[in-house]
């Protein structure tokens, strides 16, 4: 009960929409990016394939099923995410752990996606997705309702918990960079460059 608590400092979003928990939540978790020198979550904007892979991508490591960054090779896999694309590792790993279809070329980076698009990577990835998302698999795929679906197949998974019988107890290190976590402001983090471990890729 009460008004929900504006976690992130996303200006266009008010704790009356249905998104407010999830772009919330996710942007919190790592999982959502949000847009560089923006401060607005642009709820009606359609997601493109790249957001996606790259929020999926996030969201499997963020689950105890998690299977570990795919080493990348020499020659990017798609001719369109070069090999200094920052988020190669992660479109390039999202389509080594699942159940995908042949591959083409190119990965088409920038294109919408729709809710068909949504069910399909997520049941290559073993999420449950929701139903609904078949039956409207042909509509553009807005932000708003993709943190909705996302944040709820997290909720539906095993939520990774790094070591948490360890954490901020004497002695204990759980990243192992040689700093106790009692005195380390960031415990999950080995190489200290705000990104959490489990969701960096390099």
């Known amino acids: 009960g009460g008004p929900g608590i504006l976690l992130w400092p996303w200006q266009d979003i008010s704790p009356d929409v249905s998104h407010f928990e999830a772009a919330n939540m996710l ?3 790592g999982i959502w990016s949000a847009d560089a020198n923006s401060l607005d979550f642009d709820a009606e904007k359609v997601v493109t394939r790249r957001e996606l892979a790259r929020a999926l991508a996030k969201l499997h490591r963020s689950t105890a099923l998690a299977k570990p960054w795919i080493p990348l090779k ?13 988020d190669r590792p992660l479109i390039e790993s999202l389509i080594a752990w699942g159940d995908f279809a042949a591959q083409q070329p190119t ?5 919408p996606v729709d809710w068909g698009t949504l069910n399909r990577w997520a049941l290559a990835l073993d999420f ?8 409207r698999k042909s509509e553009p795929l807005n932000r708003a309702e993709c943190v909705r679906f996302l944040w709820q197949m997290l909720r539906d998974a095993e939520a990774a918990k790094p070591l948490l019988q360890l ?3 004497a002695g204990s290190d759980v990243d192992g960079d040689a700093r106790p976590d009692l005195e380390d402001a960031l415990p999950w983090d ?6 959490p471990d489990h969701l960096d890729p390099n």
């Not at 798609?78 to 090999?83: F, H, L, Q, S, T």
């Not at 449950?128 to 078949?134: A, D, E, I, T």
């Open 27 to 29: 942007a919190m978790y």
């Open 190 to 195: 080995r190489d200290n460059d705000n990104l």
């Open 128 to 135: 449950q997705p929701s139903p609904v998302l078949s039956q």
């Open 74 to 86: 020499e020659a990017p896999r798609y001719g369109d995410v070069p090999a200094g694309d920052s």
């Open 167 to 169: 954490f901020l107890k």
């Open 107 to 111: 990965f088409h980076p920038d294109q």
